[in-house]
């Protein structure tokens, strides 16, 4: 499966962005889809993962401000962030896997498909 991320730019702090991430390919509803963001000198880090069956999972710092969602008609999945935070800026990643476990859904080594990224800068 080939992944395309979208929707980053440059908004306020306490704004809101949705991220998209679009994919290739008919049996994108096997997929766990997942969210992650990094900045320079960091690890990429988890923020968000809906299953195959629609649970969704968070980072707690993430919780309550963002939902991930997904249309497996569009072949799509969300990323909607509210009250954006400075500390939000990153490129975000989206990352897909058929054979994730769900200990490891925060672990980006287990995802086998990434994204080009998205970058997201959130200005104080």
């Known amino acids: 499966v080939q992944l395309q991320a979208s929707g980053g730019g440059l908004v306020q702090a306490g704004g809101s962005l949705r991220l998209s991430c679009a994919a290739s390919?008919?049996?994108?509803?096997?997929?766990?889809v997942g969210w992650f963001r990094q900045t320079p000198g960091k690890e990429r880090e988890f923020v968000a993962v809906?299953?195959?069956?629609?649970?969704?999972y968070y980072a707690d710092s993430e919780k309550g401000r963002f939902t991930i969602s997904r249309d497996n008609a569009k072949n799509t999945v969300y990323l909607q962030m509210n009250s954006l935070k400075p500390e939000d800026t990153a490129v975000y990643y989206c990352?897909?896997?058929?054979?994730?476990?769900?200990?490891?859904?925060?672990?980006?080594?287990?995802?086998?498909?990434w994204g080009q990224g998205t970058q997201v800068t959130v200005s104080s």
């Open positions: 990352a897909a896997s058929q054979s994730i476990i769900s200990t490891t859904l925060a672990s980006a080594q287990y995802y086998d498909y």
């Open positions: 390919g008919r049996t994108f509803n096997v997929y766990t």
């Open positions: 809906v299953r195959r069956n629609g649970n969704t």
